[in-house]
Every structure is written in structure tokens, then in C-alpha cells.
Antibody, heavy 120, light 109 residues
Framework: QITLKESGPTLVKPTQTLTLTCTFS??????????VGWIRQPPGKALEWLAL???????RYSPSLKSRLTITKDTSKNQVVLTMTNMDPVDTATYYC????????????WGQGTMVTVSS | SSELTQDPAVSVALGQTVRITCQGD??????ASWYQQKPGQAPVLVIYGKNNRPSGIPDRFSGSSSGNTASLTITGAQAEDEADYYC????????????FGGGTKLTVL
């Protein structure tokens, strides 16, 4: 069974750095073609792709947020970490990690999501 | 702004057929995928590739594409199909970024 679960703070202050961890099971990030991505969703708004990391450490970032994002992986721990700097109230959202299907831009398995509020 | 455009809202009578569309230049080169999202839940993939359904997705869900438009069709809509639907694909830059559409709220009447 493949699962992903997001963890991190529920509240961060403006200008702080957000660090989120995606812990997954049922697959390995050392397997060719495998990746993990992050997607967020502000309350009542649409999904927004943030970043992807692949088994070979290839990383892709949303062009609009690239300067603020860093994605890394720890294959031995089955974890992917996303950091976002200079948080702002507009970054308040549910943050999801998800697994992309090999060869597609489709995410077939999603975590439950974690709600992050940015407020002083 | 999203590179994939969806109608904000669509309605369908119970048991009828509804088509939800997604438009974008990247769809001329890449397949769209479709997700169903119900309130308070994570999205669920319902269609990917040319017209593939993940295990457990009813066969009333189907996908198609023509030119720069991808479509999700629900044949015989059920009350439980009322949800937000999102399309996604690669972007048109060739850099293998991912983009999502703005979502369509489907109401089953």
C-alpha cells in the first residue's frame, strides 16, 4: 500500500521560513522514474503545483515561486522536504505531497494535506 | 494565472451526461489528467493519459482531447459526482513544469 503524509507547522509568522516533510511508504525514491511533488491549495481556491523531485535528484520548481522554494530528498528515510522562504499571509493554504505517475504529469497518490496558516 | 482554463461551474441533471473542459496550449503536446475533489478531502485522480482510469474509478468517467482542449465526460452523472474537478498537464515551455487548471464546480441537480 502506497501512502504519503505531510507534516510541519500549522502556523508560521510572516517572513519566516516554512519547512514541510513528506513521509512516504510503499515505494522508493531510488527507483528509476519515481518522483514526489508538492501542491498547495489556498482556502476556497484552486490547486497550485509547487515543486517536484525525482529519483535522480532532478528538481523542478514552479517558475513563479522558484526563488523561494527548495526541495530535497532523503531516500534512506523515505522523506521529501520542501522549504519555502519569506512566508506571507497569501501563502496560507493546505499543502499536499503527491506521487506523480511515471511518464505522466498525473499525481495518482496524494497525502491528506496539512493546513498552514501564515499570521502574526 | 493558470495556463489551463476551465469553466468555473457546470451543472447536470441526475443521470445525464456532462462534459467538463480544459483549454491550454500545452494540451496540443501533452495529455491532461483529471482530479475529483470533494470538500475537505484530497484530490483523487480519475483520468490520466489518453483515457485511462485508475483502479476503482467508475467507467462513467472518460477523457478525450482535441487540439488545445481536453474534456472529462461523466456519462450518467450520480449525486456523488458533485465535486470540484481539476485538470492538469505539463506547461507549454518544454521545461517539464506542471500546471493545474482553475477548477470546475460540478453541481448535480
Amino acid at each position: 500500500q502506497i501512502t504519503l503524509k505531510e507534516s510541519g507547522p500549522t502556523l508560521v509568522k510572516p517572513t519566516q521560513t516554512l519547512t514541510l516533510t513528506c513521509t512516504f511508504s510503499g515505494f522508493s525514491l531510488s527507483t528509476s522514474g519515481v518522483g514526489v511533488g508538492w501542491i498547495r491549495q489556498p482556502p476556497g481556491k484552486a490547486l497550485e503545483w509547487l515543486a517536484l523531485i525525482y529519483w535522480d535528484d532532478d528538481k523542478r520548481y514552479s517558475p513563479s515561486l522558484k526563488s523561494r522554494l527548495t526541495i530535497t530528498k532523503d531516500t534512506s528515510k523515505n522523506q521529501v522536504v520542501l522549504t519555502m522562504t519569506n512566508m506571507d499571509p497569501v501563502d496560507t493554504a493546505t499543502y499536499y505531497c503527491a506521487r506523480p505517475m511515471i511518464g505522466f504529469a498525473a499525481f495518482d497518490i496524494w497525502g491528506q494535506g496539512t493546513m498552514v496558516t501564515v499570521s502574526s | 494565472s493558470s495556463e489551463l482554463t476551465q469553466d468555473p461551474a457546470v451543472s447536470v441533471a441526475l443521470g445525464q451526461t456532462v462534459r467538463i473542459t480544459c483549454q491550454g496550449d500545452s494540451l496540443r503536446s501533452y495529455y491532461a489528467s483529471w482530479y475529483q475533489q470533494k470538500p475537505g478531502q484530497a484530490p483523487v485522480l480519475v483520468i490520466y493519459g489518453k483515457n485511462n482510469r485508475p483502479s476503482g474509478i467508475p467507467d462513467r468517467f472518460s477523457g478525450s482531447s482535441s487540439g488545445n482542449t481536453a474534456s472529462l465526460t461523466i456519462t450518467g452523472a450520480q449525486a456523488e459526482d458533485e465535486a470540484d474537478y481539476y485538470c492538469n498537464s505539463r506547461d507549454s515551455s518544454g521545461n517539464l513544469y506542471v500546471v493545474f487548471g482553475g477548477g470546475t464546480k460540478l453541481t448535480v441537480l
